[in-house]
């Protein structure tokens, strides 16, 4: 009887201790899985939240801003060397509402698109038209200017004074432009050109009868050169609207951008800076 009880009891004692093991097994396993997800949570917890493109900007107390430099008087060097110019003002004025500076990043035209694309900067202000084509690419602000078609003729022409009035008349015209397509379709006889300023060097000259232009260029030189003898007498009632642009995805910095454009408009200070460049409000 002693040997069966020390028997019964030795495996009784052997299996506790299998019981006991088999319990500190699982109680390890789910220990250390309960160890894992605390940590993975505390990781989570400590990762900064993603910033949005508004929260970026100011935090690095910058507006990186894509212009050329070289297209006057929207972008360009002033004869001490300063970056000027339309675009560039209502740039700086967006920025100071923001909080931030404006840090002016100077990029060929032909190059501008690759470098907001590769994140070189944050926005574009260069006259750049909104087009179909590029917003399916990039988000634009609100308009802040609008350039229409005008046509231009000598201030002592009486017979010119609409586009109907082309039919048969000489209009000096960049062959690829849609410009020159008007001044064809509305019957004139095209003389080549190679731009506004040679145009306008026909015109004076009396070597055309006319020119279907750009009217933001026009405004710029009649405010260069007042006694300019030439006027405007008509105008394609449709314009192009300018804009800044940005990636898609920037809707907070795209947002902020068109309150403060708004808020230009309401205090006068767009007008401030249309009229000095252009002597006319420029923004319809």
Same mark, same amino acid.
């Given at each position: 009887m002693k040997k069966l009880s020390l028997t019964i009891m030795l495996l009784l004692t052997m299996a506790v201790v299998?019981?006991? +093991? $088999?319990?500190? $097994? $699982?109680?390890?396993a789910t220990g250390g899985?309960?160890?894992a997800e605390p940590t993975a949570a505390a990781t989570d917890s400590a990762a900064p939240a993603e910033q949005n493109s508004l929260e970026a900007v100011k935090a690095s107390g910058k507006l990186r801003i894509g212009t050329e430099g070289t297209y006057a008087p929207f972008t360009y060097h002033d004869a001490d060397g300063k970056l000027t110019g339309f675009d560039v003002e209502i740039a &700086? &004025?967006? %920025?100071?509402? #923001? +909080?931030?500076e404006a840090e002016f990043i100077e990029t060929q035209w032909d190059g501008i698109f690759a470098g907001m694309d590769a994140k070189r900067f944050d926005t574009i202000f260069n006259e750049v038209s909104i087009t179909d084509e590029r917003k399916v690419k990039y988000d634009f602000s609100d308009p802040y200017i609008v350039s229409k078609a005008v046509l231009i003729v000598s201030e002592d022409n009486e017979d010119i004074k609409s586009f109907a009035d082309l039919k048969g008349k000489k209009a000096g =015209?960049? #062959? %690829?432009?849609? #410009? +020159? =397509? /008007?001044a064809t379709d509305n019957g004139a006889e095209i003389v080549s050109t190679e731009g506004f300023n040679q145009a306008i060097d026909l015109l004076t000259s009396g070597r055309i009868d006319a020119t279907v232009n750009d009217g933001l260029s026009f405004l710029d030189l009649k405010k260069q050169k007042p006694d300019i003898k030439i006027k405007q007498v008509d105008? /394609?009632? &449709?314009g192009s609207y300018s804009a800044a642009v940005f990636l898609k995805g920037n809707d907070e910095l795209v947002q902020a951008v068109n309150e403060a454009l708004t808020a230009m408009h309401d205090d006068g200070t767009y007008l401030k800076i249309s009229e000095k460049?252009? +002597?006319?409000?420029?923004?319809k």
């Open positions: 299998a019981a006991c +093991g $088999n319990n500190n $097994n $699982n109680n390890a899985n309960t160890a &700086e &004025e967006v %920025t100071k509402r #923001l +909080g931030v =015209q960049s #062959l %690829t432009s849609n #410009l +020159g =397509q /008007i105008e /394609i009632a &449709e460049y252009f +002597g006319a409000d420029v923004s």
